[in-house]
């Protein structure tokens, strides 16, 4: 049954063909071991022995390997000693090809000719390996006889040769290892019959069965001699045979010696039968002082055993029951989403040593770019040392977005030969505001190109940090509910919960990604063009609180507040208003024509802004292709293409190269004055409002919503094969009954062994 107790067992130990396995044939009333001329027991043979009376021929069953049901009845018993081996080799292959293993092999004998106790025969002892062997066999041995010895509820059955002197006893110093005082060990010397041929006169054998001098006085060893007769096949005949030994013993004993021997002190002592009827009557005494702690432990067992199959039935009732399944599912995925929730709006409860991630740890954990283009090294934002995460590290990670923005610089190595193809281009498409339109051009490219990858890192990094809080609110489902309730066997169902999860934030990502582009291609558009004329030049970070050098074609505000703040306060979805404006220029002592002519044409060109808002306030003109510029806007292309030809310049077409030549200084300022407008809107108004928007305000108001309808909304056989796989209720099922099988047994040993107390 799978059961350990600590009732009284024998363990039979000796040396190599000392007779051990011949004793345990002697004991079931059959024959079957196996018997080599050189090792015959190499495992642990576990023997229990069950007296009934109706089988009048032996049921031997062997245990699985690797459970503890029993086999089919072996038949016939002869067919034992075979089955034995035939396990003992492939155990012995499948370990290595090793010599002997300490894992017994256990089987049960029901026959109405055994008694009722248990034997554990052991390999016998031996003093070097054989050929083939390892040489710590002999070591092995010993040890694995010692573990089966040792505990105490087990007798020590040693056997040893009669032919052998007590004062050669050379493995009796192993019993005094594991029993000192001999206090649960009996001594038996076998093949005695070869022995007695020795004996002429009484003297003799009363010297040699009393041992005195070389045992302990409380040692009284039983003196056992078997039948040789190995054509002996029938157990009537086995058992014949062994009560005829044991006559023709007692016959030599009193016969055949000068004197006979001293029967009154020795008979007790001599012949199988009688080491049969001492044993079972120290069983008997065993048992009895016993049977209380083995009585308890057997209802403590039955109890325990019981719970295992109301827990059993439960689980296979759950796994027929999709509807229960359902509900605790469901229950443990809104508890799933409420964590991430609350992990998102902040929370101190979880540990932050244990699920936080500081900057650098979030870079290298992620496995993503990082910010394209920039030194990733050289952007620690505040805190990035700290170990954050939630709601603390997506937006700890919006402000090293916003730092690696602000970073990103107009391409210095833009190509010459890029821009002039640019404005010969819009020369010939252009009367006027060709160069404007090259720099415009050129800016929103360039933004495109260096924004663009910034903004996917960001989607990125930013999903990743999303992603793992569901680790975290899983452990914090964990702990707050059941083992029932949080479904923790059904690994198919979590890793369900996690994909969805996760998908959901995959499309999340996707849509953050398109949106952001979206608003970099508005940002960039020609119509966006229109807008910025009416923005300040914010600057790069690091100058823009000081005023920057007009002879770099820059223009400062009045007050020396950046031009950001004029995109940030404008309404959500309109165009800014512009003010007044107050223009400051320096003119350098001897400036040369090309600064002369930026300066003027930006002068121009905010009189051309002024012209085109008089219209009315918050009008734009539509600048787009299909469109044809107001009158005021054409005037100011005109106006600014005009101051940005060189002097005396001509009409012809070498003009107009010359024209693209000295204009090219002030394209490339116009248009890094533009880029970092688009940037300054970029890092602070567009992104950071459409990231929070787009993860998370949906992970608030529709994760549970979507996991759910992605978990739930199926039929009931899609959903079931979460929670069960092919043939996992019919495993079920048979490991119910297999635990009834056992709580019937237990029930059954409990009151056999209750009655068996009160006879004992």
């Not at 929730?341 to 540990?351: F, I, N, T, V, Y």
């Not at 924004?451 to 989607?459: I, K, Q, R, V």
Request: a negative charge; charged letters at 25%.
């Amino acid at each position: 049954m799978g059961e350990s107790l600590a009732i009284p067992e024998i363990v039979a130990i000796g040396g190599q063909s000392d007779g051990k396995s011949s004793l345990l044939e002697a004991f079931l009333g059959f024959r079957f071991n196996v018997r080599e001329v050189e090792m015959g027991t190499r495992r642990p043979l576990i023997v229990q022995m069950v007296h009934d009376p109706t089988a009048q021929e032996p049921r031997c069953r062997l245990q699985e390997e690797e459970s503890n049901e029993y086999g089919p009845p072996i038949v016939p018993e002869t067919a034992v000693a075979d089955a034995i081996q035939r396990r003992t080799e492939e155990h012995l292959r499948k370990m290595g090809n090793i010599a002997v293993s300490s894992k017994p092999i256990v089987m049960r004998a029901e026959y109405a000719y055994c008694p009722n106790l248990t034997i554990i025969d052991t390999p016998g002892f031996i003093l070097k390996a054989k050929t083939g062997e390892l040489d710590n066999t002999p070591d092995e041995i010993m040890s694995m006889v010692k573990a089966q010895a040792s505990p105490p509820h087990r007798m020590i059955l040693f056997l040893q040769q009669s032919s052998v002197e007590w004062a050669s006893a050379l493995w009796l110093r192993v019993v005094q290892e594991v029993d000192p005082y001999f206090q649960r060990t009996v001594i038996v010397a076998s093949k005695f019959d070869n022995r007695l041929k020795e004996f002429a006169e009484r003297w003799e054998v009363d010297k040699y069965l009393s041992a005195t001098g070389y045992l302990p006085p409380n040692v009284r060893p039983f003196f056992v001699a078997l039948p040789k007769d190995r054509a002996i096949q029938s157990s009537a005949e086995w058992r014949r045979s062994m009560a005829e030994v044991d006559a023709a013993v007692f016959k030599h004993l009193r016969d055949g010696i000068k004197g006979g021997f001293d029967e009154e002190r020795f008979a007790s002592r001599i012949g199988f039968s009688n080491l049969k009827k001492f044993l079972e009557e120290e069983l008997s005494r065993r048992y009895r002082e016993a049977a209380p702690a083995t009585l308890a432990l057997l209802q403590e067992r039955c109890d325990a055993v019981s719970a295992e199959l109301m827990a059993a039935e439960i689980r296979l009732k759950a796994a027929e029951d999709v509807g229960a399944l359902r509900r605790v599912a469901m229950k443990y995925a809104d508890t799933v989403a409420r964590q991430v929730l609350l992990l998102l709006q902040g929370s101190a409860e979880p540990d932050p040593m244990q699920h936080g991630l500081t900057t650098d740890e979030e870079r290298a954990t992620s496995r993503a770019p990082q910010w394209p283009g920039l030194n990733s090294a050289a952007l620690q934002p505040v805190h990035h040392e700290s170990k954050l995460f939630g709601g603390a590290a997506f937006e700890r990670c919006l402000e090293e977005f916003h730092i690696a923005v602000n970073s990103t610089r107009f391409p210095a190595s833009m190509s010459s030969d890029r821009l002039r193809n640019i404005m010969y281009a819009y020369k010939g498409k252009h009367l006027t505001g060709g160069p404007t339109k090259a720099a415009e051009d050129v800016a929103r490219q360039a933004a495109k190109e260096a924004l663009g990858p910034l903004l996917d890192a960001a989607c990125i990094r930013l999903s990743f940090i999303l992603r793992r809080l569901y680790d975290i609110a899983a452990d914090r489902a964990a702990a707050t509910m059941g083992s029932k309730e949080n479904l923790h066997p059904y690994i198919a169902f979590h890793a369900a919960l996690r994909s969805s999860h996760q998908a959901f934030i995959n499309r999340l990502e996707e849509q953050a990604r398109g949106m952001l582009r979206t608003h970099l291609e508005a940002a960039t558009s020609q119509f966006a063009m229109n807008m910025y004329v009416h923005v300040s030049d914010p600057g790069d970070p690091e100058e823009s609180m000081q005023p920057a050098d007009c002879s770099d074609g820059d223009l400062v505000e009045d007050d020396g507040m950046v031009a950001c703040e004029q995109l940030d306060n404008s309404a959500e979805g309109a165009m800014p208003t512009p003010g007044p404006v107050r223009v400051q220029m320096t003119v350098p002592e001897t400036p040369s024509f090309a600064i002369s002519a930026a300066a003027q044409v930006l002068n121009d060109r905010l009189k051309a802004v002024h012209l085109a808002s008089a219209a009315g306030p918050g009008r734009f003109e539509d600048n787009t292709p299909s469109r044809r510029a107001t009158k005021s806007r054409r005037v100011a292309l005109q106006q600014n293409s005009e101051r940005l030809r060189p002097a005396g310049a001509g009409n012809g077409a070498s003009e107009g190269g010359n024209s693209v030549g000295s204009s090219y200084d002030d394209v490339i300022s116009a248009a890094e004055s533009l880029f970092r407008k688009i940037r300054c809107a970029v890092a602070t108004q567009y992104a950071p409002a459409t990231l929070k928007s787009t993860f998370l305000d949906p992970m608030t108001d529709r994760l549970a919503l979507e996991v759910s309808l992605d978990l739930f909304a199926r039929t009931d056989a899609d959903f079931g094969s979460m929670f069960s796989a092919a043939g996992a209720v019919a495993a079920l099922a048979a490991k119910r009954d297999m635990l009834a099988r056992r709580v019937e047994g237990l029930i059954k040993c409990k009151n056999e062994f209750q009655e068996l107390a009160k006879c004992l």
